[in-house]
């Protein structure tokens, strides 16, 4: 078992909070996909959705699931400081002994830094722990993406036929373990089964601008002046390079993903940069929001590109993590799903229209 401070502080450098918190969001998404709750900051319209009665509400998520989402947490942190690994990085299937079977008596043993004022006793992490319905509902949760998983491991083509692109060849590969971070990043960008993920309003929202800003040029409703023509040329080679970090070894040949959905916050904090400056104020978000380019602009660095922000950060640090020996494909495979890869189809789609724009106003008459 690892030195407890010594895990606890890796944690908290890879995450930015201590382990049993990172535990709690992780395990949260993985009940949230599990119930069918839509926990989105705006959610549609309240009550059941159609073909999904069973859903709970506010008040029976947090009666009934939140208990199950600390439980599952729990399990987690146990595990994880017990393999001596971060605790995205436990395998799922290994929680099940944790939360309903030989290790489950075990689970309100040891300190655990929580973040709160006092610490939580034995007897208040025991409490947690519940009872037989409450392991059973956590298993239920365990089952469920186990078996999920498998299904889309056998054929990602059925389980996430939008995109071909976004498919994840086998390439002959064996396959590779399922952590509770990896399950949690697929079911954050897949969304809910029969709800949008979160990132695609952002995308919409992007399109929208930029199908604006295309509009008012061809329709010669809107001329931009030389500020908008000196900021579109600089931010168009910015949309328009091939990502190349972070570094691949030698043998492999770039772009890949990771290279792609590391790209995204750097093009959002080149426009939080750019927009800094006083000749470009006025296309940031400090400046005329009726602008058409700065809206455009705005919504694809903002918005569109920001929604890879999270993914991208853990992306970062498991690739700084991984084995010098482990292949990119399996690399790749395990920590950026089908559903991860579509999310930035769709933004790079939304990007490259901007980069079209920009190209057409830094330079009007040129050929493309």
């Known amino acids: 078992m690892a030195d407890g401070q010594d895990w606890e502080q890796r ?42 009665p ?39 299937p290994a929680l099940v002994g ?19 004022p006092r610490g939580r006793t034995a007897a208040g992490w025991l409490d947690l722990v519940g009872g037989e319905q409450r392991r059973r509902r956590a298993r239920e949760v365990l089952d469920a993406h186990i078996e999920a998983h498998s299904a889309e491991d056998a054929d990602p083509q059925d389980a996430h036929p939008r995109d ?43 399109r929208a601008q930029t ?18 023509r000196a900021f579109a040329g600089i931010l168009h ?20 993903w990771v290279q792609r959905v590391l790209r995204m916050p750097h093009i959002t904090s080149t426009v939080l940069t750019l927009t800094d400056l006083p000749e470009f104020a006025p296309f940031g978000p400090k400046g005329d929001s009726a602008d058409p380019l700065g809206s455009a602009v705005g919504a694809v660095a903002h918005h569109a590109a920001h929604s890879l922000a999270k993914p991208a950060a853990d992306l970062e640090q498991l690739w700084t993590a991984r084995p010098a020996d482990q292949p990119v494909p399996l690399w790749e495979r395990a920590h950026l799903p089908p559903p991860v890869r579509e999310q930035i189809l769709a933004v790079e ?16 008459g040129a050929d493309r």
């Open 54 to 92: 069973d859903v709970p509400d506010g008040a029976g998520f947090t009666s009934r699931w939140m208990p199950v989402v600390a439980l599952l947490a729990l399990a987690a942190c146990r595990a994880a400081r017990e393999a001596d690994v971060l605790v995205d990085d436990v395998e799922l």
């Open 211 to 228: 199908d604006r800003l295309a509009a008012v040029l061809s329709g010669d409703l809107w001329t931009p002046d030389r500020p908008h």
């Open 11 to 52: 944690n908290r450098a890879a995450y930015g909070t201590v382990a049993w918190r990172r535990a709690v969001l992780t395990c949260g998404a993985l009940v949230v996909w599990h119930t069918g709750y839509d926990n989105r900051p705006a959610p549609g319209p309240p009550g059941p959705r159609p073909g999904r």
């Open 349 to 364: 789609a939304v990007t490259q229209e901007l980069a079209t724009l920009l190209f057409d106003i830094a330079r009007p």
């Open 237 to 256: 080679g910015t949309l328009t390079a091939t990502p190349d970090y972070p570094s691949l070894p030698e043998t492999v040949p770039g772009p890949i």
């Open 164 to 206: 071909a692109d976004a498919q994840d060849p086998r390439d002959g590969t064996d396959p590779v373990a399922l952590t509770i971070g990896d399950r949690a990043r697929a079911v954050r960008a897949a969304g809910i089964a029969d709800l949008e993920p979160e990132w695609a309003a952002d995308v919409a929202y992007a």
């Open 98 to 116: 944790w939360v309903d079977g030989a290790y489950t008596g075990r689970l309100h043993q040891g300190p655990l830094e929580t973040g709160e």
